[in-house]
């Protein structure tokens, strides 16, 4: 089995939702990913998030009634990062299998990393029977300059510029 190749285009860190739904609509863009930081009431330590929104993007997704993000207290957000999949690989734009299967493989990649306690996805904290390469770029907030400046336990900083999974069973990589 072969690895598919993605290579995802990240930019933050942004503080409050309303700034990644005005970014999405002056980019034209459609933020398939996200990652969220912050505290959570009556939480000491971050709690991270990471979720999908293939047709409207994570600009609209953020404001559903029913979002994750509600579980973060008042100006609990410490960052949000909106990701593209950018690979010329992919015809047009990414399919539904492959942002979910992105998703997937962050989550599990932070679980695997902070565990399951901080980390308020409840689904996909296994890794996929899939293989995938995944190239992550951070760049500022509405910019194509590279973002230098990696702060500790930020998102950027703890999934790796390149992350590999290789699906093994039995002893044999597929």
Same mark, same amino acid.
């Given at each position: 089995?072969?690895?598919?190749?993605?290579?995802?285009?990240?930019?933050?860190?942004?503080?409050?939702?309303?700034?990644?739904?005005?970014?999405?609509?002056?980019?034209?863009?459609?933020?398939?990913?996200?990652?969220?930081?912050?505290?959570?009431?009556?939480?000491?330590?971050?709690?991270?998030?990471?979720?999908?929104?293939?047709?409207?993007?994570?600009?609209?997704?953020?404001?559903?009634?029913?979002?994750?993000?509600?579980?973060?207290?008042?100006?609990?957000?410490?960052?949000?990062?909106?990701?593209?999949?950018?690979?010329?690989?992919?015809?047009?734009?990414?399919?539904?299998?492959?942002?979910?299967?992105?998703?997937?493989?962050?989550?599990?990649?932070?679980?695997?990393?902070?565990?399951?306690?901080?980390?308020?996805?409840?689904?996909?904290? %296994?890794?996929?029977?899939?293989?995938?390469?995944?190239?992550?770029?951070?760049?500022?907030?509405?910019? %194509?300059?590279?973002?230098?400046?990696?702060?500790?336990?930020?998102?950027?900083?703890?999934?790796?510029?390149?992350?590999?999974?290789?699906?093994?069973?039995?002893?044999?990589?597929?």
């Amino acid at each position: 089995m072969s690895a598919r190749i993605y290579n995802i285009h990240w930019h933050g860190p942004f503080k409050k939702k309303e700034d990644v739904k005005l970014i999405q609509q002056e980019n034209g863009l459609i933020y398939e990913l996200y990652l969220l930081k912050g505290k959570i009431p009556y939480a000491m330590k971050s709690h991270y998030y990471c979720g999908q929104s293939i047709t409207r993007g994570a600009g609209e997704r953020l404001f559903d009634g029913n979002h994750h993000i509600r579980e973060y207290r008042d100006n609990g957000i410490e960052e949000i990062w909106v990701g593209y999949i950018s690979n010329p690989e992919l015809k047009l734009q990414p399919t539904r299998h492959d942002v979910l299967l992105v998703e997937n493989i962050l989550i599990a990649y932070l679980n695997s990393i902070i565990g399951k306690d901080y980390i308020l996805n409840k689904e996909k904290l %296994d890794f996929p029977k899939e293989n995938a390469f995944i190239i992550n770029q951070w760049f500022k907030r509405n910019s %194509d300059i590279l973002y230098q400046r990696l702060r500790e336990g930020s998102p950027s900083k703890i999934v790796p510029d390149v992350l590999l999974h290789l699906y093994k069973e039995d002893d044999n990589i597929h």
